[in-house]
């Protein structure tokens, strides 16, 4: 699974992969890839946790409540194996219940049987661990994955395999590689992916001069302590920012490689930009991390 690290000692160039039986007594399963299109595999992890997996019905809509339960969206879970239940608020809030929903991390508060075997799921806190950029992404059949510890297996991966096709097969304990399904998968690297920014804004001077900034997160250590800074978990402090014109479709500059959380967009700069300093800008800004380039874009209007 391409998704964001689940635990701070998760911070490699890995990824996750989990399976599950569909037959009573389904003892687990051992993961090989193949490097060569498919002429050889090695074994690479064990897969022994039977997970709870499946899909959902429609697509999760989207939410701009912040950091607060969604009440107003519900998934409707069909499992191929497992079952949900509901917990108290105080382990909710806590993340005792995590799934991925497509590539979105949220937390569910209540699970309830529905009398064909799925599941509604209400309470919901959404975009954890970074993945606040796939909210608005849904789409009907997503796979909706628990993500227990004891059944989601980290899988180790060299940077040098982070963008390259490999074939998968995960192969069921008693069974052959040539019985079994190839898979190609790539190593998106998504783990070592930095946050996007917040709290996106500017002002103007007299002369026209606009100054951008924002502030950072992390993806380590991002408990709440006070009078603590949230570790930068990169190499170094880096970002690129773009401005773009209003239908988001012509990309007017970029100010790359910059070692501050802001930056001045000088009138003269609006101008040669736009023909003329402008009443409202649109811009991106990310975070880079040495490894994989640009983190998730923060966007926004002023």
Known sequence: MNINMLRDIDNDAGFYATACGVKKGWAGAALFRSDDAGAT?????????????????????????????????????????????????SSF?????????????????????????????????????????????????????????????????????????RLYKAVTFGSTLAA?????????????????????????????????SWVRRGRLSGEWRDAVDVPLGENSEVYDMEIWDSARTTLKRTFSSLSSTSTTY?????????????????????QLSAVVGRGYEARATI
């Open 41 to 89: 595999y090695n074994m690479i992890a064990s897969l022994t946790g039977n997970a709870t997996l499946g899909t959902v019905a429609r697509a999760l809509g989207d939410f701009h409540g912040g950091n607060i339960p969604d009440e107003l969206n519900t998934i409707t879970v069909s499992l191929v194996h497992g079952t949900l239940s509901s917990v108290p608020y």
């Open 180 to 212: 079994t399904l190839e898979h190609n998968f790539t190593n998106a690297g998504a783990g070592l992916k930095p946050y996007a920014c917040v709290l996106v804004g500017g002002g103007r001077n007299a002369a026209g001069d606009v100054t951008l």
């Open 93 to 165: 809030i806590g993340g005792a219940q995590v799934a991925v929903v497509g590539a979105e991390i949220i937390y569910f508060r209540d699970a309830t049987l529905n009398g064909d075997g799925s599941y509604t799921l209400q309470g919901l806190l959404r975009g954890r661990r970074g993945s606040e950029y796939a909210m608005g992404t849904h789409g009907a059949a997503e796979r909706f994955v628990l993500l227990n510890p004891a059944t989601v297996t980290r899988i180790v991966a060299s940077t040098a395999d982070i963008g390259v096709a």
């Open 266 to 286: 000088a009138a003269a700069q609006q101008i040669a930009d736009f023909g003329s300093a402008q009443a409202t800008l649109y811009f991106s800004v990310y």
